[in-house]
């Protein structure tokens, strides 16, 4: 299993896409990677999954706190081109209704 994390940024956010598996094994990666991301205030990190072929509640967890810690400083997440897979995960736990949510990237998902 393997989790590939990609980032980029420019003057108003943080770009990271992240592709492979997100489980008990590979979540601390992402972890380790996207929450020093959340320090300080009024960032937004947009995350692209859309090469995630599958994700579990570690994941999920990862991506909650990320959410937390962004909030927390004014801050703002959003997950974009989910797969039909990944959506309904979000939607079953009830996380879309709490969490940005978009088909597309901003720039026409590129």
């Known amino acids: 299993m393997k989790v590939n994390i990609e980032k980029q940024q420019d003057d108003k956010e943080i770009f990271v896409t992240v592709s492979g598996e997100i489980d008990a094994y590979t979540a601390p990666k992402l972890r380790e990677e996207l929450l020093p991301l959340s320090e300080g205030t009024?960032?937004?990190?947009?995350?692209?999954?859309?090469?995630?072929?599958?994700?579990?509640?570690?994941?999920?967890?990862?991506?909650v706190g990320l959410f937390k810690q962004l909030d927390k400083n004014?801050?703002?997440?959003?997950?974009?081109?989910?797969?039909?897979?990944?959506?309904?995960?979000?939607?079953?736990?009830?996380?879309?209704?709490?969490?940005?949510?978009?088909?597309?990237?901003e720039d026409g998902g590129q």
């Open 42 to 63: 009024h960032k937004v990190i947009t995350v692209n999954l859309r090469d995630v072929s599958y994700m579990d509640s570690t994941g999920l967890g990862v991506l």
């Open 74 to 105: 004014d801050g703002e997440l959003k997950l974009v081109e989910l797969s039909d897979r990944l959506k309904r995960l979000f939607k079953i736990t009830g996380l879309s209704t709490i969490m940005k949510i978009t088909m597309e990237t």
